[in-house]
């Protein structure tokens, strides 16, 4: 049992991301604890207004049969969970079957960020300990992951995990698609894809010439804050450069995605920022395929970027509107500055 411990634990802390590291840590509990049920949830309400996310789930049927599911929002935490989060505490409970319900928080940096959950027949006291002992290795391998995965300023995703985040984003995207199920699907969603944003602040140069550098920090903080209030949870949000932002949209249409880009900077130029009046963003976007490089994308979205700059900023350009109408705008691929 020992040595069988000690290789989950450095399968644990062999991830390199922190969606593996989750699973990782679900199915060590799994293996070792044999719980009917186990999942992680974590506190969004930290970034917007969301709630709490299920961030992935196991559940052992009576023939031995392990389901995942992955990520949704939960509408209506139960009690006990958001008890486990506001008090820092474990919670457990005994159902009518005999069945325990644990609730143990993940606390980083003193913050509550969510809870481990798992449903046991009975935990003995080295299972209990083993248990704890998972948990903690959980928090601090995952304050390390954030902290390469993240931009110290922001707390957004920075951009050296873009690759990583992208492709495992694609090739689930790719699963997907050929899975037979999907394929019924997709024949109602045809028109759905993911979507690249490229965010730039106008004139952002201009905050910093004149407020300070600090000052220009401090808008940088909030427009990152008001980007996770405005979007989902599942859109990948990344800080690219110093003012310019990535985000990755989940399968939608051409239509909503527009819309929504639309919406953010009407949200924005409405928002109070410290020190400049009105914050106005460029925006430009591409359609993304689960067969397409994630660089190409990037260079289309700067493409209706550049389009968007310099046809006066405070726009938002969709780079499949200017592939053929000739514009003169779009700037040879070359003259693009991407890594
Ligand atoms: N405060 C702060 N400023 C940054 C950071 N990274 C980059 N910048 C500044 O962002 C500004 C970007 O300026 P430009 O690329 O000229 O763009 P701009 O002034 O926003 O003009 P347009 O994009 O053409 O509308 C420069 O002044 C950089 O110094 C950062 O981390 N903090």
């Known amino acids: 049992m020992q040595k069988d411990l000690l290789n989950s634990v450095v399968k644990i802390t062999k991830h390199r991301d922190v969606d593996s590291l989750e699973l990782s840590l679900l199915s ?73 319900k644990r609730w143990i928080p993940v606390i980083i940096d003193d913050q509550v960020m ?15 300990v083993t248990l704890n002992a998972l948990c903690r290795i959980y928090e601090n391998y995952l304050t390390i992951l954030n902290e390469s995965e993240r931009d110290k300023l922001t707390g957004l995703l920075n951009r050296q995990t873009f690759d990583r985040k992208i492709k495992q984003l694609l090739e689930d995207q790719l699963h997907s698609h050929n899975s037979p199920l999907e394929k019924g699907v997709r024949n109602k969603h045809y028109d759905e894809s993911s979507w690249l944003a490229m965010i ?15 000052c220009g920090d401090e808008v940088l903080l909030t427009l990152s804050q008001r980007m996770q209030q ?3 949870s599942s859109d990948l949000i990344f ?37 400049v009046e009105e914050l106005t963003l460029s925006i430009g976007f591409a359609r993304m395929s689960p067969y397409d490089f994630p660089i190409s994308v990037i260079e289309n979205a700067d493409k209706a970027l550049y389009v968007a700059k310099n046809n006066g900023r405070n726009q938002c350009v969709y780079y499949g509107d200017i592939i053929n109408s000739e514009n003169e705008n779009i700037p040879p691929t070359n003259d693009i500055e991407l890594f």
């Open 200 to 214: 730039d602040i106008d004139h952002f140069k201009k905050v910093n010439d004149t407020y300070g550098h600090v």
């Open 239 to 275: 800080r690219f450069g110093g003012e310019e932002f990535v985000i990755v949209f989940e399968p939608t249409t051409l239509l909503h995605i527009a819309t929504k880009l639309a919406h953010f900077q009407d949200f924005i130029s409405d928002q109070k920022f410290p020190f």
């Open 230 to 232: 405005y979007f989902r």
């Open 114 to 128: 969510g809870a481990v959950y798992l449903v046991v027949k009975h935990l003995t006291s080295t299972e209990q």
């Open 28 to 100: 060590t509990i799994s293996e070792f604890l044999s719980p009917s049920e186990a999942a992680l949830y974590k506190d969004l309400s930290r970034f917007n207004s969301a709630g709490i996310e299920k961030s992935a789930s196991i559940e052992t049927d009576k023939t031995g049969a392990i389901k995942w599911s992955s990520r949704k929002m939960i509408a209506t935490p139960n009690k006990e969970l958001l008890c486990c989060i506001e008090s820092a505490c474990t919670i457990s409970l005994q159902d009518k079957q005999g069945n325990e």
